[in-house]
């Protein structure tokens, strides 16, 4: 079957840095979004990955490996209001999205 | 308003009642889809509309129904639910419903629907 692997949630520091990993097994792949969702709001978009390597997008930044099926998303200098769920996205061969459970992230002061 | 905007944003509701939820989008995006966010789950894909035909159903239960008059509304009426049904239901639009890594979704902020 389809599966997406995340931590539930993780905790971290302001000003620090985070990495939220991603684990996907689909049939086929199309790449790989992450979506961040503060309580109460919609999932916004920040991230899409198709091809191996690191995406970089101002503090945050995305990886690929499409050989280990595995992603993650390093989130730097911290700020409170980064405190949100992270959710992930893999794309399969359908182009069907099958997501995680989300992450839920928690900076403390 | 931009974006994509949910009607109601909190929804009570008992389990012989009937109710719609309304999502609207100011994009000009072709596609359209309804999403269920239950805690600690993922996100369960329920209907697709790509230029108001619906392309999708993810095996939904008939006591949810969905309609799509035009490509900037999509509505869910909700008839004789179950306690279960209990989440947050999401809408979603993009430019178009083709298969592509490039067709990114823009959520609404959900409504939030108690079934008692």
């Known amino acids: 079957g389809q599966n997406i692997d995340q931590p539930t949630e993780m905790t971290a520091t302001e000003g620090a840095i985070v990495q939220i990993n991603c684990t996907y097994q689909?049939?086929?792949?199309?790449?790989l979004f992450w979506y961040q969702q503060h309580a109460g709001e919609a999932p916004t978009f920040l991230s899409y990955?198709?091809l191996d390597g690191l995406e970089e997008k101002g503090r945050f930044s995305s990886f690929l490996s499409r050989s280990k099926g595995y992603s993650y998303l390093l989130l730097k200098e911290l700020q409170m209001k980064d405190s949100a769920s992270y959710l992930c996205?893999?794309?399969?061969?359908?182009?069907?999205?099958?997501w995680g459970a989300g992450t839920k992230l928690i900076i403390k002061p | 308003e931009t974006g994509v905007t949910q009607t109601p944003r909190h929804l009570v509701m008992g389990m012989t009642n009937k109710k719609s939820l309304k999502c609207e989008q100011h994009?000009?995006?072709?596609?359209m889809y309804w999403y269920k966010q239950s805690a600690k789950k993922p996100l369960e894909l329920m209907f697709v509309?790509?230029?108001?035909?619906?392309?999708e159903n993810n095996s939904v239960p008939s006591r949810f129904s969905p309609e799509c008059p035009n490509s900037s509304h999509l509505f869910l009426h909700l008839h004789t639910l179950q306690p279960e049904d209990s989440a947050l239901y999401l809408c979603?639009?993009?430019?178009?419903?083709?298969?592509?890594?490039?067709?990114?979704?823009?959520f609404g902020a959900g409504s939030r629907l108690t079934v008692l």
């Open positions: 509309y790509n230029f108001k035909e619906q392309t």
């Open positions: 979603a639009s993009s430019p178009t419903g083709d298969a592509s890594g490039a067709n990114v979704l823009t």
């Open positions: 689909t049939s086929g792949f199309n790449g």
């Open positions: 990955n198709v």
């Open positions: 994009l000009g995006h072709n596609a």
């Open positions: 996205a893999a794309m399969d061969s359908n182009y069907q999205l099958i």
